[in-house]
């Protein structure tokens, strides 16, 4: 039995700048935090000639090519060759659904990846695991992700993420101190809206706008890429009231990308955390629904609120051990 475990992410700054239509063209730059919340996958050898994958449906079948899950079939072809190891069983879980904005399918993909390379007795490094999962998702799957959510789940921690046009990905440590840190951790709060959603459309529709030249949305990427930058240079300065006002006005401008990013009842609460307590926010992920995070130094009182407007929150830490192997 095998168990690999990758953590979700929020995003700090630059978010979609990440997407290849942007960054083939203008390079993308964000700064990304991996949190203790985890996508799992068991691996088992199976006793007969057959793959039985099991995540929200269940697949028994006995050739690689007739299982429905894409990533899992692209990932057995990209480990273990066309034909694959028909003697199999596959699981997934999570500590938090898909949809939620917090980069779930990056890291199914890395933790996928990291199990059928462990079985071969292979070792990846997270450099290769999360450009091998990019490859999975943007060339052989043509989704419209970005890289973000492979390299913060392969690499784990606060990283900031440097694309130029040709693709490769510097991932280096945000040069932030302990004490920066932990108020960080202590100020960020993690709000779920009840609402889940594929962020396929908004993505499709930013890709599609940026590759035909849209002045509007390049210009908008161009001053978000800008305020990743502002982001990087105010968290390691310590200066986490500046990075909260930050995320405020990074959230003005990503609302502006697609008018599906948000809606009346995200605004509202939105304008109940901004009274009470929150210096800034945003919803985190390509848009619609998911999660809410704010940064705030009156944490009794911005809970307080927002749990009485219905919200659930989600206490986080950062998780600095990436994509890893639990059980070998």
Not at 131 to 153: F, M, R, S, T
Not at 167 to 191: C, H, W, Y
Not at 264 to 280: F, R, T
Request: hydrophobic share 40%; aromatic share 8%; with cysteine.
């Amino acid at each position: 039995m095998i168990i690999t475990r990758s953590p979700l992410r929020v995003t700090l700054g630059g978010g979609g700048t990440d997407l290849p239509s942007y960054y083939r063209e203008h390079g993308g730059f964000l700064v990304a935090g991996a949190i203790d919340k985890y996508v799992y996958i068991t691996l088992h050898e199976t006793f007969q000639a057959e793959y039985l994958i099991k995540y929200s449906k269940l697949e028994r079948v006995a050739d690689v090519e007739h299982i429905e899950h894409p990533i899992v079939r692209e990932a057995i072809k990209l480990v273990q060759g066309k034909r694959g190891e028909a003697h199999l069983e596959l699981t997934s879980m999570a500590d938090i659904p898909a949809g939620t904005g917090l980069g779930s399918s990056g890291s199914f993909t890395t933790a996928l990846l990291k199990a059928l390379h462990a079985y071969g007795k292979s070792f990846v490094p997270a450099q290769e695991l999360a450009e091998q999962a990019c490859h999975i998702e943007i060339d052989l799957l043509g989704e419209p992700v970005g890289k973000q959510d492979q390299y913060i789940a392969a690499y784990g921690g606060i990283a900031c993420l440097r694309i130029d046009p040709s693709g490769r990905v510097d991932a280096q440590p945000l040069k932030i101190s302990d004490e920066t840190r932990f108020n960080l951790e202590d100020n960020l709060l993690l709000f779920f809206t009840g609402y889940s959603r594929s962020a396929g459309s908004i993505l499709k529709d930013q890709d599609r706008r940026t590759r035909e030249l849209d002045k509007a949305m390049i210009e908008n990427l161009h001053y978000v890429k800008a305020l990743g930058l502002r982001s990087k240079e105010a968290l390691e300065a310590g200066e986490l009231g500046r990075f909260g006002r930050l995320m405020h006005e990074h959230w003005e401008y990503k609302k502006r990308r697609s008018g599906g990013m948000s809606n009346p009842d995200i605004d509202k609460w939105y304008e109940l955390a901004m009274a009470n307590g929150a210096v800034g926010g945003k919803l985190i992920g390509a848009g619609g629904g998911g999660f809410l995070m704010f940064y705030t130094e009156e944490k009794a009182r911005l809970r307080h609120a927002m749990l009485g407007a219905g919200l659930r929150e989600v206490r986080f830490r950062f998780d600095f051990e990436g994509t890893k192997i639990v059980v070998q």
